[in-house]
């Protein structure tokens, strides 16, 4: 079956933007995670959903960023006034349940560049 | 919190050579431990994973990992690499108690020469 996708492959915005990055994750996980990676180094963790609500947002760096997933399904991460620093791939994953013993499936990423 | 740390950057080996990738864990309770493999333009993909039992545990691609508890280690090893295992490995580690978010290590490019 399909896995998590994730739109756009890569968004390229300047400065003082808004952007929105979507993913679908695989039908009927309940979970959904974004992560964050910059370059060299590991995902780091923003935000995990467990059906329409954000169970845990201790990731998100400030209040400019903001992660919606109004139907329990599809997933919109908003970045308000970006910043050089908020470069990096954004990485969405879904867990059929709580990850751990559930697999986390990962998305193959946003690749995010502001000018 | 947890801590994951990928001792080595960058390993470069020849092909059919044995390759071992270092990971250490701090954490104040106990968790489960992940490998991923992450090839160029594409999303993470789960090797093997820790839960409990076995500590030897076997994986995808002819890797396996061994997790020793009283070094809070979960090297990676595979006895004889291949050009397509070139990629970057990352070690993560989750909370047994909540199952949430993982933590991930900075990771490991392993590079086979031909």
């Known amino acids: 079956g399909a896995g998590v996708s994730q739109t756009p492959s890569n968004k390229v915005t300047e400065k003082g933007k808004y952007v929105e990055l979507r993913c679908d994750p695989i039908?009927?996980?309940?979970?959904l995670y974004w992560y964050r990676q910059s370059l060299g180094q590991g995902p780091e963790f923003l935000i995990y959903?467990?059906?329409?609500?954000?169970?845990?947002d201790s990731g998100l760096p400030n209040d400019r960023f903001f992660a919606v997933r109004p139907e329990g399904s599809v997933s919109t991460l908003k970045i308000q006034r970006t910043e050089r620093g908020d470069s990096a791939v954004y990485l969405c994953?879904?867990?059929?349940?709580?990850?751990?013993?559930?697999?986390?499936?990962f998305g193959p990423g946003t690749r995010l560049t502001v000018l | 919190a947890q801590s994951v740390t990928q001792l080595d950057s960058q390993v470069p080996v020849f092909e059919e050579a044995p390759v071992e990738l270092r990971c250490n864990y701090s954490?104040?309770?106990?968790?489960?431990l992940f490998w991923y493999v992450q090839y160029p333009n594409q999303g993470l993909q789960l090797l093997l994973k820790?839960?409990?039992?076995?500590?030897l545990v076997k994986g995808i691609n002819g890797f396996e990992a061994e997790f020793n508890k009283s070094q809070t280690s979960f090297h990676l090893r595979k006895p004889s690499v291949h050009i397509s295992d070139t990629a970057e490995y990352f070690c993560?580690?989750?909370?047994?108690?909540?199952?949430?978010?993982?933590?991930f290590g900075s990771g490991t490019q392993l590079t086979v020469l031909p």
């Open positions: 959903f467990q059906g329409t609500g954000a169970a845990d």
């Open positions: 993560a580690v989750i909370p047994s108690g909540s199952a949430r978010q993982l933590t």
């Open positions: 039908s009927g996980h309940t979970a």
């Open positions: 820790y839960l409990s039992g076995s500590t």
């Open positions: 954490s104040s309770v106990s968790v489960y």
């Open positions: 994953a879904s867990s059929f349940g709580l990850a751990g013993f559930n697999e986390q499936f």
